[in-house]
Each structure stands twice: as C-alpha cells, then as structure tokens.
C-alpha cells in the first residue's frame, strides 16, 4: 500500500469544504464556505461552527477532515481539482 495523506486541523483553524469533496457526480459547487473548527470528538473528525452554512439554518456540524481544506490552501486545490475534471471531459 502507499502512503496515506490526511489533512488534519487545530481547534481555531478557518476551515471550507474540499472542492474535491462531492456528494454526487452532479454536484460542482465550487461556492466557499468558511468555518471554524471549534472541536475534535474523533480521530480525523471535526466539529465546524459555519460563518456560511453549506446547508440552510444549519450552522455546526461535525465533518470528516478528509473533506475540509484550511482556507489559505483552497484555491490551490481548486486549481488542480479543476484541471483533473477537464481531463475527463469529452
């Protein structure tokens, strides 16, 4: 097996949702959301405190750390998400 990559956050960290993270194939919303991460209950789990909630009138929530990005590294994964996505297109 290779190596596994996790991205992983302290308390306080500003934190969005991965533009690799997706719900479904239909799903390119490449919006930014910015949240706080105010606990860590689990190995790789984070409970985020939204300033813009991805979901209507749902402000915290816990979220795996595999789907967050902190916010200074989004627009570089973004960039490269966006490219794997065009190599794909017909």
């Given at each position: 097996m290779g190596n596994i990559l996790r991205r992983t956050?302290?308390?306080g960290d500003l934190v969005?949702?991965?533009p690799d993270f997706r719900?479904?194939?239909l799903d390119?919303?490449?919006e930014r959301y910015i949240g706080i991460?105010?606990?860590m209950p689990e190995d790789n789990e984070y409970v985020v405190h939204w300033t813009s909630s991805?979901?209507?009138s749902y402000y915290k929530g816990m979220w795996s750390g595999d789907h967050l990005v902190k916010v200074e590294e989004y627009d570089s994964l973004k960039e490269k998400v966006q490219k794997r996505l065009h190599m794909f297109e017909l």
């Open positions: 956050f302290v308390i969005t949702i991965s719900n479904s194939v390119f919303d490449f991460v105010v606990s991805p979901i209507n």
